[in-house]
């Protein structure tokens, strides 16, 4: 007998919440943010309104499915399941911070602040979860199927990101690598730079789009289902021993970037999160491209 599916209810710790555990009392709270010019009351609000959309999302879960709930600083710990349906309830960032967790299962975003977030994954409101989720259920529903990059080290590391992965110093200080391009005829080149950026479609929403914006590109930005990455080397510099004659492209669907690392520690990691990354070091290669797993955000 197959089993009911599971709704996962994704959230993360609300600003006011966090207050609460640095300073103990909500006037302890009120104090610390008024002598920075903010009032509490504001903050306090918003973690209502958050409190209020799980609410809402979890009582609109069918009651012969099961459900759990999964804080975002448990996400590593959380075992998915094939049958599981993901509600996303907060932030367009958190919709990629469980991305990389996930293998198919459908993802409904739920904005618990419109107005506040840009809504580009986050595209549904708290009244609307009982209909997606039945909607689901009766495999129904249309769902985008968003592209995802992936960086695989050469002693089997492997990231998965929906929006970008970086690669450079912790610090964002000088990295020294050999790039090059798979099937661009073995062309390398020796780069020291602040990093190289590969995004998604998604990503150009973020990060990817202010360098694109800055270098003034003339790539056409990806769209978030389209099977294209684009890349960019952050501040290369020449000299005798480094060029800067690869600084930007993009990559198909069965193209990849691939990155020798010439620096005692480099590391990947994934839509801003450094505290998940890969560990690289001298003669090291890692190499960047599409993935070929999908997030599927329902629409």
Same mark, same amino acid.
């Given at each position: 007998?197959? %089993?009911?599916?599971?709704?996962?209810?994704?959230?993360?710790?609300?600003? =006011?919440?966090?207050?609460?555990?640095?300073?103990?009392?909500?006037?302890?709270?009120?104090?610390?943010?008024?002598?920075?010019?903010?009032?509490?009351?504001?903050?306090?609000?918003?973690?209502?309104?958050?409190?209020?959309?799980?609410?809402?999302?979890?009582?609109?879960?069918?009651?012969? &499915?099961?459900?759990?709930?999964?804080?975002?600083?448990?996400?590593?710990? +959380?075992? +998915?399941?094939?049958?599981?349906?993901?509600?996303?309830?907060?932030?367009?960032?958190?919709?990629?911070?469980?991305?990389? =967790?996930?293998?198919?299962?459908?993802?409904?975003?739920?904005?618990?602040?419109?107005?506040?977030?840009?809504?580009? %994954?986050? #595209?549904?409101?708290?009244?609307?979860?009982?209909?997606?989720?039945?909607?689901?259920?009766?495999?129904?529903?249309?769902?985008?199927?968003? @592209?995802?990059?992936?960086?695989?080290?050469?002693?089997?590391?492997?990231?998965?990101?929906?929006?970008?992965?970086?690669?450079?110093?912790?610090?964002?200080?000088?990295?020294?690598? #050999?790039?090059?391009?798979?099937?661009?005829?073995?062309?390398?080149?020796?780069?020291?730079?602040?990093?190289?950026?590969?995004?998604?479609?998604?990503?150009?929403?973020? &990060?990817?789009?202010?360098?694109?914006?800055?270098?003034?590109?003339?790539?056409?930005?990806?769209?978030?289902?389209?099977?294209?990455?684009?890349? +960019?080397?952050?501040?290369? &510099?020449?000299?005798?021993?480094?060029?800067?004659?690869?600084?930007?492209?993009?990559?198909?669907?069965?193209?990849?970037?691939?990155?020798?690392?010439?620096?005692?520690?480099?590391?990947? +990691?994934?839509?801003?999160?450094? @505290?998940?990354?890969?560990?690289?070091?001298?003669?090291?290669?890692?190499?960047?491209?599409?993935?070929?797993?999908?997030?599927?955000?329902?629409?």
């Amino acid at each position: 007998m197959s %089993l009911a599916p599971r709704a996962v209810l994704v959230h993360r710790t609300t600003e =006011y919440e966090e207050l609460l555990a640095r300073h103990g009392t909500h006037g302890q709270a009120a104090f610390f943010l008024a002598s920075r010019g903010r009032d509490v009351a504001e903050v306090a609000e918003r973690h209502g309104r958050t409190r209020r959309a799980l609410a809402e999302v979890s009582s609109a879960v069918p009651q012969a &499915w099961r459900q759990a709930r999964v804080e975002r600083a448990d996400l590593d710990r +959380f075992l +998915f399941a094939p049958e599981d349906v993901v509600v996303v309830v907060g932030q367009d960032g958190l919709v990629a911070n469980v991305a990389k =967790y996930l293998d198919g299962q459908p993802v409904i975003g739920i904005d618990t602040d419109p107005g506040r977030n840009p809504g580009v %994954l986050v #595209r549904h409101r708290p009244a609307q979860a009982a209909v997606l989720l039945a909607s689901v259920a009766a495999t129904a529903t249309r769902a985008d199927e968003l @592209t995802m990059v992936e960086a695989v080290a050469d002693d089997t590391q492997r990231l998965v990101a929906l929006n970008e992965i970086y690669l450079g110093t912790a610090g964002h200080q000088t990295a020294r690598y #050999r790039l090059g391009l798979e099937g661009d005829g073995g062309v390398v080149e020796a780069q020291a730079s602040s990093g190289v950026l590969v995004g998604t479609g998604t990503g150009a929403t973020g &990060w990817l789009r202010s360098v694109w914006q800055e270098r003034g590109a003339r790539l056409p930005l990806p769209a978030p289902t389209e099977d294209r990455l684009l890349w +960019f080397v952050r501040e290369a &510099w020449p000299s005798p021993a480094t060029g800067t004659a690869l600084v930007a492209g993009e990559l198909t669907a069965s193209a990849a970037l691939t990155l020798m690392v010439e620096s005692d520690r480099l590391i990947a +990691f994934g839509d801003g999160i450094e @505290t998940d990354a890969l560990e690289l070091t001298w003669g090291q290669t890692v190499r960047v491209g599409a993935c070929a797993r999908r997030l599927r955000l329902v629409c």
